[in-house]
């Protein structure tokens, strides 16, 4: 098996293990090396706009599974193992800039040999990605870039000396040149802050999920159940199924708060915005309409719930999902999107990465801060009032 031929199928065993992104890149950079050009490389660094990266998140479904067990066995199986042609990752480490590209390489490695262990340290350690930046390292002209960029330090080396920082042999000195951290490269090079490696792995995984348009299974107004205690030709039912029908999106996205304002992507970031305002008017007139069918005890009785109704909209705070990145580690938040997307109330990694304060604090229910709706959220308040004073009266009459 060829050289190329086995860094190919590294790269689909990669894409059928871990969350990647733009391996497509990678594979096009390799067969430029071994065809002796890099005119892929060289689109990469002049566009700017895409990060390759091996993310440690594993993926999930089992026919991705199955088939990263497949093309792993085939490499155990083999009879004959030819020696793994390395110097393409000290190429790529001395041409562009890297983050663990020798991790990259230690786990190539182990791929050839049909093993995976190094793949699985990666993932357990869960807080480092390996990527490959589009910023041109010859052009920023070290000087010691032409001696000591033939090795690196293994994954493994920093696994066995995570805690304490040791010399290298002659044979496996560190490589001074290559950019393990994007705080570094943001010190050499004008690239985009830390955050934005993660905003990259986060939006790459979150798209691909809304590719399937969750949502709308979700918040299905076929099934999900209203709040009406069985009362489903009302005006405010059909106001409510066709709230769902239109916003299920605008819903679905608070508790998976993209970072598009992180990316500067200011068409999505618009969009959102519009759907957001779109829904909370459209949600204000449904509430309008339920109390002048059912009043403010409706109200009332839904804020005194133990579980949140799932036919109706409780603006809560959004989940940020960088922040809960920034705060658990990215494989939580991954994991949390992954496993959390067709879930009526996602359950967060992270309780205090929650931003915004979108109601009035006094009923969850009706929740709109609307002058317009100030009548009746006094209305709810004062009822509330009632309550509890007969409450206490029927307390105190009872201790008498």
């Known amino acids: ?75 155990r199986q083999m009879k004959e193992k030819p020696q793994p042609q390395l110097c393409v990752f000290r190429y790529l480490s001395a041409r562009v800039a890297t983050k663990n590209i020798f991790w990259l390489r230690d786990m190539f490695q182990e791929f050839c040999s049909g093993h995976d262990a190094l793949l699985r340290a990666f993932v357990s350690r869960g807080n480092e990605v390996v990527s490959v930046i589009p910023v041109d390292i010859q052009a920023l002209q070290y000087n010691s870039m032409a001696t000591q960029w033939q090795t690196g330090p293994s994954l493994q080396w920093r696994l066995e000396h995570e805690q304490q920082r040791e010399s290298c042999s002659d044979s496996e000195e ?14 050499v090079a004008s690239i985009p802050p830390p955050m934005n490696d993660l905003c990259t792995c986060i939006m790459e995984v979150l798209d691909r999920v809304e590719e399937q348009e969750p949502w709308n299974r979700v918040f299905d107004p076929d099934t999900l159940p209203l709040p009406f205690s069985g009362v489903t030709r009302s005006k405010s039912a059909a106001a409510l199924k066709k709230f769902w029908a239109k916003h299920a999106r605008a819903v679905w996205a608070r508790p998976f708060w993209a970072p598009l304002v992180s990316m500067s992507d200011r ?11 779109e829904a909370r008017r459209d949600f204000e007139t449904v509430m309008m309409s339920v109390h002048e069918e059912f009043g ?86 004062a009822l509330k009032d009632r309550n509890s004073g007969s409450k206490r009266k029927t307390k105190k009459r009872a201790l008498e």
């Not at 391996?23 to 002796?36: C, E, H, K, T, V």
């Not at 068409?267 to 305002?277: G, I, N, P």
């Open 267 to 277: 068409r999505r970031h618009s969009a959102r915005k519009r759907r957001q305002a």
């Open 296 to 381: 403010a005890e409706f109200f009332v009785q839904l804020d005194q719930r133990t579980k949140p109704h799932k036919g109706w909209w409780y603006v809560e705070p959004v989940q940020d999902l960088l922040l809960i990145a920034q705060h658990v580690g990215l494989a939580a938040c991954l994991n949390y999107i992954e496993s959390q997307a067709l879930q009526r109330f996602p359950i967060s990694p992270g309780s205090e990465v929650r931003t915004g304060n979108p109601n009035n604090g006094k009923s969850k229910s009706m929740w709109s801060i609307s002058s317009a709706m100030g009548s009746i959220l006094r209305e709810i308040c």
């Open 174 to 187: 560190e490589d001074d040149d290559e950019i393990t951290t994007l705080a570094e490269l943001a010190s």
């Open 1 to 75: 098996m060829s050289s190329l031929l086995t860094l190919l199928l590294f790269c689909d065993f990669l894409e059928n293990r871990l969350h990647t992104s733009n391996l497509l890149l990678l594979r096009r950079m390799l067969s430029d090396f071994f065809a002796g050009n890099e005119h892929t490389l060289q689109d990469f660094i002049c566009l700017g706009a895409s990060l390759v990266a091996v993310m440690p998140m594993e993926r999930t479904r089992r026919c991705y599974r199955e088939e990263a067990a497949r093309l792993l066995t085939q490499q």
